[in-house]
C-alpha cells in the first residue's frame, strides 16, 4: 500500500514540475546554507586548531595588560622587560625555555629588491619555543644578543623575495637603513598562529631595541612548559611571580596576562559554536519560509483535487490513506529539495574552498542534521492540508464544480 501512495504522489509531483520545483525552493536554499556554512566553519577551525598546535599545546603566553591613563583612555601596558624573562626562567621549575620578543613592521631592502615585512626581535630560544627550523646557515646566538649584533635570520619567502633561487647567507640586507648580515633563512613554516611564520625576520632583542626601534619593554614572553599537565601550574606560578616583581597588591588587577595555547583553542571553539547558532538561525528562517511555501501549495493542491478525494472515499479510501497520501507528497518535497540543498551546498562550499583556498570540512553530522529537518518541515507544514484533506466528506466533494 505504502508504494502505491508514493508512486501516486510521485506522479503528481510530476505532473506540476515546475511548481513543485517554486516550492522547493526555500527548502534548498536552507539546507544548502546549512551545508555550505558548516562546511566552511569547519574548515576554518580545524586550519586554525592545527596551526595553533603547531606552537604545541604546552605553550603559554604573557603579554602586557590593559591600564587606565587619565581616567578616559586606555592603553596597553608596557612594564614587561627581559628581566622578567629571565625571572621565570629562572625562578619557575616546569619551564623549559623562555624567549621574550617585539615585533613591528619594516622596510627592507637589497639593492633594487625591497619588501616589507614583521620584524621580531627575540632570542635563540625562539627556535623552541616556537617550533622553528633553519633550512640553511646558523641562528643567531646569545653572544649576537649580547653584543646587539646586526645579524638577521630571514622566513623563507623574504628571502624569496630578497634574493630569489640564490644563497642569501652571507649576504647584507638593510632594515630601515641600517646593515643586517644574514645569517640564516628558516624552513618553510606556513601559517603559525596569528601570522605568516615565513612573512618574518629574526633578529637579536637587544638589536631589535638598541639599534632599531629603542625602548626596553617586550610585547611577549613565550614560555614552553615541560608538559602540558603543568600548565595550570605554571601558569599560577608565573602569576604570582611577576605580581611580585611589579609590586602589584592584593586585589589590584595586574598589569599583564597569562594565556595558553588551549585557551586560544577553547576561545576560538566558543567563536565557532556561536557562528553556528547565526548560521543555524538564518538556515531555520529560510526553512520556515519554505515550510509555509510547502504548505500553501498542499492547500491549494487539496482545493484542485477535491473530486479526485471524494471519488477515492467512495470507492473504499479511508481517511487514513488520505492523511498519508498528502503526507507523504508533502515529505516528497521537502525530502528532494533537502537533497538537491545538500549537493547546492556542497557545490558552494567545494567552489568557495578552491577559489579562496580556504579549507571546508563536510560533515556527515550537519548533512544528516539538514536533511532530517528539512523532512521534519515537509511532515510538519504537510499535516494540516494532510488532515484538511482527510476530513472531507465524500458526498460534498464529488458535488464541487
Same mark, same amino acid.
Given at each position: 500500500m505504502f508504494y502505491v501512495i508514493l508512486r501516486v504522489a510521485l506522479r503528481e509531483l510530476r505532473g506540476a514540475m515546475l511548481r513543485s520545483l517554486l516550492t522547493m525552493l526555500g527548502v534548498v536554499i536552507g539546507v544548502a546554507a546549512v551545508v555550505a556554512m558548516v562546511a566552511l566553519g569547519e574548515g576554518a577551525k580545524i586550519s586554525l586548531s592545527k596551526n595553533i598546535r603547531n606552537l604545541g599545546t604546552n605553550l603559554l603566553i604573557v603579554?602586557?595588560?590593559?591600564?587606565?591613563?587619565?581616567?578616559?583612555?586606555?592603553?596597553?601596558?608596557?612594564?614587561? *622587560?627581559?628581566?622578567?624573562?629571565?625571572?621565570? $626562567?629562572? &625562578?619557575?621549575? #616546569?619551564?623549559? =625555555?623562555? +624567549?621574550?620578543?617585539?615585533?613591528?613592521?619594516?622596510?627592507?631592502?637589497?639593492?633594487?629588491?625591497?619588501?616589507?615585512?614583521?620584524?621580531?626581535?627575540?632570542?635563540?630560544?625562539?627556535?623552541?619555543?616556537?617550533?622553528?627550523?633553519?633550512?640553511?646557515?646558523?641562528?643567531?646566538?646569545?653572544?649576537?644578543?649580547?653584543?646587539?649584533?646586526?645579524?638577521?635570520?630571514?622566513?623563507?619567502?623574504?628571502?624569496?623575495?630578497?634574493?630569489?633561487?640564490?644563497?642569501?647567507?652571507?649576504?647584507?640586507?638593510?632594515?630601515?637603513?641600517?646593515?643586517?648580515?644574514?645569517?640564516?633563512?628558516?624552513?618553510?613554516?606556513?601559517?603559525?598562529?596569528?601570522?605568516?611564520?615565513?612573512?618574518?625576520?629574526?633578529?637579536?632583542?637587544?638589536?631589535?631595541?638598541?639599534?632599531?626601534?629603542?625602548? *626596553?619593554?617586550?610585547?611577549?614572553?613565550?614560555? $614552553?612548559? &615541560?608538559?602540558? #599537565?603543568?600548565? =595550570?601550574? +605554571?601558569?599560577?606560578?608565573?602569576?604570582?611571580?611577576?605580581?611580585?616583581?611589579?609590586?602589584?597588591?592584593?586585589?589590584?588587577?595586574?598589569?599583564?596576562?597569562?594565556?595558553?595555547?588551549?585557551?586560544i583553542l577553547k576561545s576560538m571553539e566558543e567563536m565557532t559554536r556561536t557562528f553556528r547558532y547565526l548560521l543555524a538561525g538564518i538556515a531555520a528562517i529560510s526553512l520556515l519560509v519554505g515550510g509555509i511555501g510547502i504548505m500553501n501549495i498542499m492547500l491549494v493542491t487539496v482545493t484542485e483535487r477535491t473530486r479526485e478525494i471524494g471519488l477515492r472515499k467512495a470507492l473504499g479510501a479511508k481517511r487514513n490513506d488520505i492523511l498519508k497520501q498528502f503526507l507523504l507528497e508533502s515529505a516528497t518535497l521537502s525530502g528532494l529539495g533537502g537533497i538537491l540543498g545538500i549537493l547546492l551546498g556542497s557545490g558552494i562550499a567545494y567552489v568557495i574552498g578552491n577559489i579562496s583556498e580556504w579549507g571546508t570540512h563536510i560533515s556527515p553530522e550537519s548533512v544528516l542534521i539538514a536533511y532530517s529537518v528539512a523532512l521534519v518541515v515537509g511532515i510538519f507544514f504537510g499535516w494540516y492540508p494532510a488532515f484538511k484533506a482527510a476530513r472531507m466528506n465524500p458526498v460534498d466533494a464529488l458535488r464541487r464544480e
Open positions: 603579554r602586557p595588560g590593559i591600564m587606565q591613563e587619565g581616567h578616559v583612555r586606555h592603553v596597553t601596558a608596557q612594564t614587561l *622587560t627581559r628581566d622578567d624573562a629571565r625571572l621565570i $626562567e629562572k &625562578k619557575i621549575p #616546569e619551564v623549559i =625555555a623562555v +624567549a621574550p620578543s617585539n615585533s613591528r613592521q619594516a622596510q627592507v631592502k637589497r639593492l633594487n629588491k625591497n619588501t616589507s615585512t614583521n620584524i621580531v626581535g627575540t632570542t635563540p630560544a625562539h627556535l623552541s619555543v616556537r617550533s622553528l627550523n633553519v633550512k640553511s646557515g646558523r641562528f643567531f646566538t646569545h653572544r649576537d644578543v649580547i653584543g646587539a649584533r646586526r645579524v638577521a635570520a630571514l622566513g623563507l619567502s623574504v628571502a624569496e623575495t630578497l634574493f630569489g633561487s640564490r644563497e642569501a647567507v652571507g649576504e647584507y640586507i638593510k632594515i630601515n637603513g641600517i646593515n643586517f648580515r644574514v645569517t640564516a633563512v628558516m624552513a618553510e613554516k606556513g601559517q603559525s598562529g596569528w601570522r605568516d611564520a615565513d612573512d618574518q625576520i629574526l633578529i637579536p632583542i637587544s638589536t631589535f631595541q638598541k639599534r632599531l626601534f629603542g625602548g *626596553t619593554h617586550v610585547s611577549f614572553i613565550w614560555v $614552553e612548559v &615541560k608538559s602540558e #599537565e603543568l600548565m =595550570a601550574t +605554571a601558569s599560577e606560578e608565573i602569576t604570582s611571580l611577576l605580581r611580585r616583581s611589579h609590586g602589584i597588591k592584593r586585589g589590584e588587577e595586574p598589569d599583564f596576562h597569562v594565556r595558553s595555547q588551549i585557551d
